[in-house]
């Protein structure tokens, strides 16, 4: 069957250090994976798109890595801060179409500790 | 910074009766997207949107869903007949390509 899972429900860290959130797949061929950040009660927000042909992609202190092999996309924040505190999710895109639905996984509820 | 909106945050109704959710996406975006999210569940994809038609559809979006962009500006779902299982956080959102742009999203309670 085909599954999304994001490493553990919670993941609690410490002010300033680096965050490393796991999205594996099975059974997708995802043209784009991506990664939102959603706050309670809110939409999801964009933060970063890598292509099947990319290995990875960076954005001020975020960085996602993208195994096509492996069938797994990391997702680091550095220097973490308590405003970082969001559940991420990461989104397959399998045909890399705008027209085209976005598989959610269920998430990963970050905390980051003063 | 243009963002989606969505109205109204929160609507109450009781099984059986139609609701409208109302969007207004990104004025420059050409592609439109519902998803709802279950208390406590992952975000669900249900239709895409383009060019006047529906692009693509899941399971979910039933003869009970229906979808139109009446005016150019607006982009509607509604539901028919609402049932209990209905409950839950409707998204909706816009695109230009790639990254998807979501509005705030409308509470649907069903009692």
């Known amino acids: 069957s085909q599954k999304i899972e994001q490493n553990s429900e919670a993941l609690n860290i410490q002010e300033g250090k680096t965050a490393t959130l796991t999205c594996n797949y099975t059974n997708y061929s995802p043209a784009y994976l991506q990664w939102y950040r959603q706050d309670p009660g809110r939409g999801p927000v964009f933060l970063l798109l890598i292509r099947e042909n990319e290995k990875e992609k960076r954005k001020e202190r975020l960085k996602v890595t993208f195994d096509t092999t492996l069938k797994q996309s990391l997702f680091h924040i550095t220097a973490s801060q308590p405003a970082d505190s969001a559940t991420y999710l990461c989104?397959?895109?399998?045909?890399?179409?705008?027209?085209?639905?976005?598989?959610f996984g269920t998430g990963t509820l970050l905390a980051v500790q003063p | 910074e243009p963002e989606v909106t969505q109205t109204p945050s929160h609507q109450v109704t009781q099984m059986g009766q139609e609701v409208i959710l109302r969007c207004v996406p990104i004025s420059n975006h050409l592609y439109f997207y519902w998803y709802r999210q279950i208390l406590g569940q992952k975000v669900e994809f249900l239709v895409s949107?383009?060019?006047?038609?529906?692009?693509?559809k899941s399971e979910i979006f039933d003869d009970q869903f229906s979808v139109e962009r009446p005016d150019g500006s607006n982009f509607t779902l509604k539901i028919r007949s609402t049932k209990l299982e209905d409950s839950a956080m409707y998204f909706c959102a816009s695109s230009r390509g790639e990254e998807q742009f979501f509005g705030p999203g409308t509470r649907l309670t069903v009692l």
């Open positions: 949107f383009y060019n006047n038609e529906i692009s693509e």
């Open positions: 989104a397959l895109d399998i045909y890399g179409g705008a027209t085209n639905k976005l598989i």
